[in-house]
């Protein structure tokens, strides 16, 4: 059976299409997944592991206004990350993730399990909202699924 890394990366072979990443609660779980397929360099560009605030304007482009106004924790910031990935990589589809994994909720009265996953194309930015549940390495896989499912669905 298909994973769903695989059938992303299928799909996106199949229209000449390229991916990039911007992560910060799967700490490169999402490329990890993708690279793990023989065959992803034709299509997978690489990402970007924003794990603080800092990296997130630095090298995402992510607004400092974004990030104080709203938060890491939002949809704005994952659809800033996934417009920054798509510029910084240049690839033609981005995905970003931005959530709590745990074990604390943040000094905003966010809970544990809070997850934005964005996917952004030249043309438009997707972002869903997700509340998952259990441990942290089960909200982190839960997260990895979930951008995957919408880089594929954004296609």
Known sequence: MMTEAQALLQALQSRCLTLATAESLTG?????ALTAIPGSSQTYL??????????K?????????????????SAET??????GALTAIGAD???????????????RGNPVG??????ATAHATLVQ???????RDAIRSQTIQ???????HAL
Not at 47 to 55: A, M, N, P, Q
Not at 93 to 107: F, H, I, R, W
């Open 28 to 32: 490169g779980g999402i490329g990890a």
């Open 46 to 55: 690489g990402g970007i592991i924003s794990y603080t605030d800092t990296v």
């Open 57 to 73: 304007a630095q090298l995402l482009g992510v607004p400092q206004d974004t990030l104080a106004c709203f938060g890491a924790v």
């Open 78 to 83: 994952a659809q800033a990350m996934a417009r």
């Open 93 to 107: 589809l981005a995905l970003s993730v931005t959530g709590l994994a745990g074990p604390t909720g943040d000094d």
């Open 114 to 119: 809070l997850v934005y996953v964005a996917c």
């Open 129 to 135: 909202r997700f509340h998952f549940t259990g441990s």
């Open 146 to 152: 979930a951008a995957l499912l919408l880089a594929h």
